[in-house]
């Protein structure tokens, strides 16, 4: 359990980093760059239909110094008037910290509000960060979180999954049914069938 415990300590340190960062980051120019719909000129029934396409696209954006800060680019995206939200097919997402570490976002299909406060990536759904060396020298093995569900809540800082997760650091690995990570608490709740490994440390 003590190990369990210090491998949870060590995931609510990089969670926040690319769950809240980059799901934010990936789809507030795409829900920006929506068009507002015209107020219907008479009442009629409610369509789920969308209103605005985006085919092959690419967004980047860039930092004031012009170092690339993300590219989000998906097959096809979807506005529907009726939800106002944000439909992406084969998103994938690549972002870059302050320090310039990278991280990974792909799924086969991601749902966002109008403000982006809520972000749902579904179907393969796969967030990497990058191996890192800390300041210390010391390095950081990648960390990947995984399953066919991912619902990231951006203004409280919250990620659940009502399906299975996999969360994978270096050799370390646990699996759950279901998972609710609350990155203010900094808690990492994993329910259902839990199971993990816990690989010992190389020696140098």
């Known amino acids: ?13 990089y969670l926040p980093v ?5 799901l934010a980051m990936a789809t507030y120019w795409l829900v920006r760059s929506t068009p507002t719909a015209e107020a219907p000129k008479a009442a009629a029934a409610v ?3 969308p209103d605005y396409f985006m085919r092959g696209f690419a967004v980047k954006t860039f930092d004031d110094s012009g170092a690339l800060k993300s590219e989000v680019s998906g097959r096809e995206a979807r506005h529907f ?9 084969q998103v994938s997402i690549r972002s870059f910290d302050p320090q310039g570490r990278l991280t990974t976002a792909t799924a086969l299909r991601a749902l966002t509000n109008a403000d982006a406060s809520e972000v749902q990536l579904i179907g393969s759904a796969q967030v990497v960060r990058a191996a890192t060396q800390a300041a210390d ?13 991912l619902h990231a809540f951006m203004n409280t800082e919250r990620i659940t999954s ?9 050799a370390d690995r646990f699996s759950a049914d ?3 990570f609350d990155n203010r608490a900094r808690i990492v709740q994993l329910d259902g069938r839990v199971k993990g490994v816990l690989m010992p440390a190389s020696r140098p």
């Open 162 to 170: 009502h399906k299975p997760v996999v969360l994978t650091r270096g």
């Open 178 to 180: 279901r998972m609710d």
């Open 137 to 149: 020298g010391v390095l950081q093995p990648a960390l990947t979180f995984s399953g066919e569900f």
């Open 81 to 89: 008037p009726d939800t106002d939200t944000l439909e992406i097919d």
């Open 1 to 13: 359990m003590t190990g369990f415990r210090a491998l949870l300590e060590r995931l609510t340190l």
């Open 47 to 49: 369509q789920h239909l």
């Open 18 to 22: 690319f769950l809240m960062g980059v």
